[in-house]
């Protein structure tokens, strides 16, 4: 077993109309043995930029608080939000530094970019290669199953709520084929008004 499906998980990130989504699963278990169901793995970095991170989570736990010791450092300097843009440079330099010892980490970065409130959606792997899309980006034990279903279920120009919709129906119906992830999953919807968060029951057996 690779030590990146250790403790399981998913994560999903969706575009919409001057909206963004970003939404991963609740379980946290060692291999096949599930410990909680209360672990989401998606964190508020800033108003408008969300991080999701994947693998192993003693590695996730430890690069969050550096991403977020490097956001408060910018914020003293620059006494600005960094944009999800940027951020993103940020969690690629961070993760390339440690290319030869890397953390067994995923991320996925959603949010809105710049004064026009850009939908913005980035994934990187454990070294921290970035993959732009417009779409969609996944990463976790069931990529293979999220990506089928975001390819089934996306489509362009979608509102807040078919937003939620397709991202809610494509991640629950990914993590019902995969033992690692599921038990629940939390969705996070970002607009420019503001962030609305969801949880969703899942399949619990």
């Not at 109309?17 to 800033?46: E, H, W």
């Not at 330099?93 to 953390?103: D, N, S």
């Not at 991320?107 to 779409?135: H, Q, R, Y």
């Not at 976790?140 to 509102?159: D, F, H, R, V, W």
């Amino acid at each position: 077993m690779s030590i990146m499906e250790y403790n399981g998980g998913a994560v999903i990130a969706m575009t919409g109309k001057n909206c963004v989504a970003i939404a991963s699963d609740t379980r946290f278990g060692i291999q096949n043995q599930t410990l909680a169901c209360d672990l989401p793995k998606v964190y508020k970095m800033s108003d408008k930029t969300w991080l999701g991170l994947t693998g192993l989570t003693t590695d996730a736990q430890t690069l969050y608080n550096r991403f977020r010791f490097r956001l408060n450092l910018f914020k003293l300097r620059e006494n600005r939000e960094m944009d999800p843009k940027t951020f993103a440079n940020l969690v690629s330099t961070v993760l390339y530094e440690r290319r030869f010892g890397p953390y067994f980490v995923e991320p996925v970065i959603a949010g809105l970019s710049g004064p026009d409130n850009e939908p913005f959606i980035c994934a990187t792997d454990l070294i921290g290669a970035p993959l732009l899309a417009k779409d969609c980006v996944v990463a976790g034990t069931c990529s293979e199953a999220l990506y089928g279903m975001c390819e089934s279920l996306y489509k362009e120009n979608m509102n807040p709520d078919e937003l939620f919709e397709t991202i809610s129906q494509a991640l629950l119906s990914a993590v019902s084929r995969d033992a690692f992830s599921g038990w629940g999953a939390v969705v996070h919807i970002i607009t420019p008004e503001g962030t609305t968060s969801r949880e969703i029951k899942g399949r619990m057996d």
